[in-house]
């Protein structure tokens, strides 16, 4: 499908779930015929939560390190994202009439510029009005960042995340209409991903900073209360107290600290 037509981006983070991510594992572990050894950030903790609720990849998988999890988004703190999820509301699958939700095209710079106006939003460091005061980005990483991201999402997506936002559950796209959600889910609400499903054995690592203000950590609590039932000698939890959201990607200090952890981790789960 073409970018330019609408259809292209008429998918959310469900079907990431459903397509995306389990199109990848497939070719992992095609090619290397071995187990998968996870790691995701943000929304890539988002929809591999998702994914192994279902039972899906998990028969791929060796083990997951999740940094900065999204799942419960209720206590996101970021002035400009809880403005944006009271401006989503869901019903506007095509936000000004667009499929394509481009941060750095015209309509979204309008939207985000109108979304700064609100009281106590300051857009003056975008990057910090959406991810919390990252403490530990050096100036060249983040030009360089910025040159490629961020990149486009769908409308529909963004939705979707402020109805996560907003609801407080993990459930699949809510279409706003009954007779829609019925055509699409049997049913008149759309069903929840339930992560209390996700094997109580599989190797989870979770690492999560607090001064993050898209994976709070009280909603980080809210996860891992979710996961109580977890083997204990199957989790390992890291709370760096002065990581922010780009810290976990961008730090200077992220290798020494986060990185090494994860592949020490996966280390003993062989």
């Given at each position: 499908?073409?970018?330019?037509?609408?259809?292209?981006?008429?998918?959310?983070?469900?079907?990431?779930?459903?397509?995306?991510?389990?199109?990848?594992?497939?070719?992992?572990?095609?090619?290397?015929?071995?187990?998968?050894?996870?790691?995701?950030?943000s929304?890539?903790?988002?929809?591999?939560?998702a994914?192994?609720?279902?039972?899906?990849?998990?028969?791929?998988?060796?083990?997951?390190?999740?940094l900065?999890?999204?799942?419960?988004?209720?206590?996101?703190?970021?002035?400009?994202?809880?403005?944006a999820?009271?401006?989503?509301?869901g019903?506007?699958t095509?936000?000004?009439?667009?499929?394509?939700?481009?941060?750095?095209?015209?309509?979204?710079?309008?939207?985000?510029?109108?979304?700064?106006?609100?009281?106590?939003?300051?857009?003056?460091?975008?990057?910090?009005?959406?991810?919390?005061?990252?403490?530990?980005?050096?100036?060249?990483?983040?030009?360089?960042?910025?040159?490629?991201?961020p990149?486009?999402?769908?409308?529909?997506?963004?939705?979707?995340?402020?109805?996560?936002?907003?609801?407080g559950?993990l459930a699949?796209y809510?279409?706003?209409?009954?007779?829609?959600?019925?055509?699409?889910?049997?049913?008149?609400?759309?069903?929840?991903?339930?992560?209390?499903?996700?094997?109580?054995?599989l190797?989870?690592?979770?690492?999560?900073?607090?001064?993050?203000?898209?994976?709070?950590?009280?909603?980080?609590?809210?996860?891992?209360?979710?996961?109580?039932?977890?083997?204990?000698?199957?989790?390992?939890?890291q709370?760096?107290?002065?990581?922010?959201?780009?810290?976990?990607?961008?730090?200077?200090?992220?290798?020494?600290i986060v990185?090494?952890?994860?592949?020490?981790?996966f280390?003993?789960?062989?």
């Amino acid at each position: 499908m073409d970018p330019s037509r609408p259809k292209f981006w008429n998918w959310s983070w469900d079907e990431l779930v459903t397509f995306d991510l389990p199109a990848v594992f497939d070719l992992v572990y095609k090619e290397t015929g071995q187990k998968i050894d996870y790691v995701g950030h943000s929304l890539g903790t988002l929809i591999a939560l998702a994914s192994f609720s279902e039972g899906r990849l998990v028969n791929q998988l060796k083990s997951a390190a999740l940094l900065s999890p999204i799942a419960y988004l209720s206590h996101m703190n970021t002035a400009l994202g809880a403005a944006a999820a009271r401006a989503f509301v869901g019903e506007i699958t095509t936000l000004f009439g667009l499929a394509e939700f481009n941060p750095k095209g015209e309509p979204v710079a309008n939207f985000l510029k109108a979304l700064c106006a609100y009281p106590g939003v300051d857009c003056y460091d975008l990057l910090t009005a959406v991810t919390g005061h990252n403490c530990c980005l050096n100036s060249s990483t983040v030009d360089l960042f910025l040159k490629n991201e961020p990149q486009s999402t769908s409308t529909k997506n963004m939705v979707h995340l402020a109805q996560t936002v907003r609801d407080g559950i993990l459930a699949k796209y809510n279409y706003g209409r009954t007779d829609y959600n019925v055509l699409h889910y049997g049913e008149a609400y759309p069903p929840v991903y339930n992560l209390s499903n996700i094997p109580h054995n599989l190797p989870l690592f979770i690492s999560y900073g607090g001064r993050d203000a898209l994976s709070d950590a009280r909603d980080v609590d809210t996860l891992l209360d979710s996961l109580k039932h977890h083997d204990v000698d199957k989790m390992t939890v890291q709370f760096i107290k002065e990581y922010a959201h780009a810290d976990f990607i961008m730090g200077v200090d992220a290798k020494d600290i986060v990185y090494n952890a994860v592949v020490s981790f996966f280390k003993h789960q062989h």
